[in-house]
């Protein structure tokens, strides 16, 4: 593999590379960094883990500090995600490889007030990184003019079309200029995400770094049968016998999470809960905690956790496992990051199996089964030929999430309750393709989350 110095990246950001202790570029970061510098289209499928914000961020960095127009900064980079968390994360990344750079850049996300956002906007900015909403509420408000927009990244495409932001994006494209370098990143590659891309890359050179491998390989995995009453006390054993010093557990629902919290807590464990129903500042505290050590358990929905980036998980929990057989890819690879190892424990309960039988048919392999706890319980091994599972009618709040749910309940009215897709089987063998079946199937689950 090449170092980083072979990419043809300016001193500056070499430097920034170097502080942030990076020793050579992740495949996805070689394979995109040469063509994006060219000036290329570059259509990256890679999910959150995988080093693609730098694959995106440094060429960006690099070819706008070449020269800067006259006069008031405007907004010539512009990155969209799905979530704030991804949104504040990719921020971050920018304060970290720009640092060198005289170029300016912001986030902006809803659920906060708009006030700093304006004050910024109003300075001047080059770099404008944010959620589909606010922006649009910005633009609107004649607070953001992005006509003259050189780079337009739009992370995390699959996730924005599950959540029901296609129309925003359509709008955000309409008001872009014509001229401008396009990068689209999504963890799969459905045919709608295919057709979006189409429509706006051009002459885009394709990366494709497999899911599977950066997150599988490293992680140890192990399934757990047991009753859903023993969990919590087997969670406990887990979490104090291993010392985990920095662990998510998931849980299936808001409710859940924050009643787990409460019993964790009981038991002596600090943790904090992070999902769709915590307001921003609650959401950003215990994501804040948790990084600098002071929470070592975060409790999380998928939802919320989508993205989440925090160095040195060690533990991942599938309290709940989950009945979307690639959220288990997703939940898991919040471990092993960076070259790191992990562990990842799924308790699985007699509700569940059908659930395990999916999510071992789309990563290809039997997860190893620990039975030396003392709550095993044969009763939730799935049963031979046992088909994947359906959905179950889920408990748990119905109460619409104020942030994510209620655009995706307006904008994407499609009900689908069955799930009996999930896990059949894929003529191409390519897991992309399941993937993208059941998130299609998502919508009704959605306010569980
Ligand atoms: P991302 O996929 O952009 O969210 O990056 C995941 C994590 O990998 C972040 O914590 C980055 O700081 C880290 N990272 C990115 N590039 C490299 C690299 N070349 N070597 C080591 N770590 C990296």
Do not use: W
């Not at 495949?27 to 694959?55: F, H, Y």
């Not at 104090?240 to 787990?260: P, Q, S, W, Y």
């Amino acid at each position: 593999m090449s170092g980083f110095d072979e990419l043809g990246l300016s001193k500056k950001l070499l430097s920034a590379v170097e502080e942030e202790g990076y020793t050579n570029p992740t495949p996805v970061q070689e394979q995109s960094i040469p063509p994006l510098l060219a000036g290329r289209d570059v259509l990256g499928v890679a999910q959150t883990g995988t080093g693609k914000t730098a694959a995106f961020a440094l060429p960006v960095l690099q070819i706008m500090s070449r020269s800067r127009p006259q006069g008031k900064r405007m907004i010539r980079a512009l990155v969209l995600s799905p979530t704030r968390e991804l949104a504040a994360q990719i921020n971050e990344r920018f304060s970290a490889y720009g640092e060198n750079l005289d170029l300016r850049h912001r986030v902006i996300f809803g659920g906060v007030s708009q006030k700093p956002q304006v004050r910024d906007l109003q300075r001047g900015l080059d770099i404008l990184i944010a959620t589909p909403g606010r922006l649009l509420d910005l633009i609107n408000q004649r607070y953001i003019d992005i006509s003259k927009v050189e780079f337009f990244v739009l992370d995390e495409a699959d996730r924005m079309l599950d959540m029901g932001f296609i129309r925003d994006i359509e709008k955000v494209l309409k008001l872009l200029p014509n001229r401008r370098q396009n990068l689209l990143f999504s963890a799969t590659m459905p045919a709608s995400i295919a057709k979006l891309a189409g429509s706006f890359l051009k002459n885009a050179v394709m990366v494709d770094v497999s899911p599977k491998e950066v997150t599988v390989d490293r992680i140890a995995q192990k399934i757990m049968f047991i009753r859903k009453a023993d969990k919590r006390r087997l969670l406990v054993n887990i979490i104090k016998d291993e010392k985990v010093r920095r662990g998510i557990v998931f849980t299936r629902t808001k409710h859940g999470a924050n009643r787990l919290v409460k019993q964790l807590d009981q038991s002596g464990i600090d943790a904090a809960a992070i999902h769709g129903n915590k307001s921003q500042g609650a959401r950003t505290k215990a994501l804040k905690g948790f990084k600098d050590g002071d929470i070592p358990i975060l409790v999380a929905t998928d939802i919320a956790s989508r993205g989440i980036d925090v160095d040195g998980i060690t533990h991942v929990f599938n309290y709940d496992l989950p009945n979307e057989p690639e959220s288990y890819v997703h939940r898991i690879g919040r471990t092993a990051r960076a070259g790191k190892s992990g562990i990842a424990y799924g308790f699985c309960d007699d509700s569940e199996s059908g659930f395990l039988v999916g999510i071992q048919k789309l990563i290809g392999m039997e997860i190893p089964v620990d039975e030396t706890h003392q709550f095993h319980f044969a009763g939730a091994i799935p049963k031979p030929g046992q088909r994947p599972g359906t959905i179950k009618s889920l408990k748990g709040s119905n109460k619409p999430n104020r942030n994510q749910s209620n655009r995706q309940g307006n904008r994407n009215p499609r009900r689908n309750t069955s799930g009996n897709n999930r896990g059949q089987s894929n003529s191409s063998g390519n897991n992309r393709g399941q993937s993208n079946r059941s998130s299609r199937n998502n919508n009704s689950r959605r306010d569980h989350r």
